[in-house]
């Protein structure tokens, strides 16, 4: 499976952006799907995820309540929006998946990754 992110660009704090991550040589209602975000110097963390048929999702702390994650299979895309940015929202943004039932939380357990979309929220 190859995913690929895109949308990510610079905002102001309190706007609005989405970002989306297109999945690619196998049905993207296989996997379970998560974002993650890594800002410089730091390490890569956990921001929400999805499972297979959007039944489920899962959000960080620092997120929740602002952050949306969605998904079209029919579309092999998955979404994340993002709400009231933040200058601390600023970072790398990755999608992620996996088999299985799980959304761990933690990147050993996503094989499959993208090459990260930029978001950078200014002040």
């Known amino acids: 499976v190859q995913l690929q992110a895109s949308g990510g660009g610079l905002v102001q704090a309190g706007e609005s952006l989405s970002v989306s991550c297109a999945v690619s040589g196998s049905p993207s209602s296989n996997y379970i799907m998560a974002w993650f975000r890594q800002a410089p110097g730091k390490d890569r963390d956990f921001v929400g995820s999805?499972?297979?048929?959007?039944?489920?999702?899962s959000y960080a702390g620092s997120v929740k309540g602002r952050f949306t994650i969605s998904r079209d299979n029919s579309k092999n895309t998955v979404y994340l929006q993002m709400n009231s940015l933040k200058p601390e929202d600023t970072a790398v943004y990755y999608c992620?998946?996996?088999?299985?039932?799980?959304?761990?939380?933690?990147?050993?357990?996503?094989?499959?990754w993208g090459q990260g979309t930029q978001v950078t929220v200014s002040s």
């Open positions: 992620a998946a996996r088999e299985g039932s799980i959304p761990y939380r933690t990147t050993s357990q996503y094989p499959n």
């Open positions: 999805i499972t297979q048929h959007g039944r489920s999702t």
